[in-house]
Nanobody
């Protein structure tokens, strides 16, 4: 079992920044790829980006490239999502997820084994 807990959501003005954290427990953190997703009411959960087991490789959806950065600290069992230049369309509930099978983070929600409870990010215009 893996438990994931997100922190750091909140309300921010457009152009501002937030950093989300996802703390993991239950298994060796460096053994799984991590992904960040987001979801708004009535829409499917969307892949935002992910990071490989070692942290050497990241990938992002085009809409956040250059604005969002994912990192991880395997010693602290934590993955981060640094969000800069936030836009109102970034408003969503953000989730972290763990994939125990792959080295590199997949895009599909169905590939992930464990999910956090989500944290709300609201960007005002």
């Amino acid at each position: 079992q893996v438990q994931l807990v997100e922190f750091g959501g909140g309300l921010v003005q457009a152009g501002g920044s937030l950093r989300l954290s996802c703390a993991a427990s239950g298994r060796t953190f460096s053994n799984y790829a991590m992904g960040w997703f987001r979801q708004t009411p009535g829409k499917e959960r969307e892949f935002v980006g992910g990071i490989s087991r070692s942290g050497s490789t990241t990938n992002y959806v085009d809409s956040v490239k250059g604005r969002f950065t994912i990192s991880r600290d395997n010693a602290k069992n934590t993955v981060y999502l640094q969000m800069n230049s936030l836009k109102p369309e970034d408003t969503a509930v953000y989730y972290c997820a763990a994939d125990l099978s792959r080295t590199y983070p997949p895009i599909a929600t169905t590939a992930y084994d464990y999910w956090g409870q989500g944290t709300q990010v609201t960007v005002s215009s």
